[in-house]
T-cell receptor, first 113, second 113 residues
Framework: AQSVSQHNHHVILSEAASLELGCNYSYGGTVNLFWYVQYPGQHLQLLLKYFSGDPLVKGIKGFEAEFIKSKFSFNLRKPSVQWSDTAEYFCAVNPGSWGKFQFGAGTQVVVTP | GAGVSQSPSNKVTEKGKDVELRCDPISGHTALYWYRQSLGQGLEFLIYFQGNSAPDKSGLPSDRFSAERTGGSVSTLTIQRTQQEDSAVYLC???????????FGPGTRLLVL
């Protein structure tokens, strides 16, 4: 079955540490890739997205993600996290030929001061 | 402009009752999605509407679940004969067209006693 896997369910790190969240998918063919974030008490919002072109995409708040087609991966990174990055992060995949999205299970990130 | 709105924000019901959840998408958005978010389960796709096309109902978990979208705008998700396992947050999202950035509403938190 087609799936989206996020490797870590919970991550705890200190401010200024680097963050990398893994995302792998099993869809073949063209895909559109997204990372969404849900801050405590807030709506899900888009962090960044990849449709085509440069596989290294930059999003809001200093986040970036790299699409590696051969590895079916779209990992999210931030060089130096802040306490305000505490949130749940979701990877999402859209098979480009139609509108349905599949989300990963999410990674809860806690940044300690 | 206004974002995606959902009502009610919270709903407590008794097992066996029917519930209706409402979603008002962003004006002009042709695509509308319903998801279910259970604790630790990520976002589960339920149904997708795109313009006047037949909806993609492939994510509805049982025939107790149905949804409609009237006039290409407001959508209602109906759960008949609710069960305790239906307790979750039901999220609605809209986008300008199918495989594009989704804008999420605040969700309806459903509790079935």
């Amino acid at each position: 079955a087609q799936s989206v896997s996020q490797h870590n369910h919970h991550v705890i790190l200190s401010e200024a540490a680097s963050l990398e969240l893994g995302c792998n998918y099993s869809y073949g063919g063209t895909v559109n890739l997204f990372w969404y974030v849900q801050y405590p008490g807030q709506h899900l919002q888009l962090l960044l997205k990849y449709f085509s072109g440069d596989p290294l995409v930059k999003g809001i708040k200093g986040f970036e993600a790299e699409f590696i087609k051969s590895k079916f991966s779209f990992n999210l990174r931030k060089p130096s996290v802040q306490w305000s990055d505490t949130a749940e992060y979701f990877c999402a995949v859209n098979p480009g030929s139609w509108g349905k999205f599949q989300f990963g299970a999410g990674t809860q990130v806690v940044v300690t001061p | 402009g206004a974002g995606v709105s959902q009502s009610p924000s919270n709903k407590v019901t008794e097992k066996g009752k029917d519930v209706e959840l409402r979603c008002d998408p962003i004006s002009g958005h042709t695509a509308l999605y319903w998801y279910r978010q259970s604790l630790g389960q990520g976002l589960e796709f339920l149904i997708y509407f795109q313009g006047n096309s037949a909806p993609d109902k492939s994510g509805l978990p049982s025939d107790r679940f149905s949804a409609e979208r009237t006039g290409g705008s407001v959508s209602t998700l109906t759960i008949q004969r609710t069960q305790q396992e239906d307790s979750a947050v039901y999220l609605c999202a809209s986008s300008r067209t199918g495989p594009e950035t989704q804008y999420f509403g605040p969700g309806t938190r459903l509790l079935v006693l």
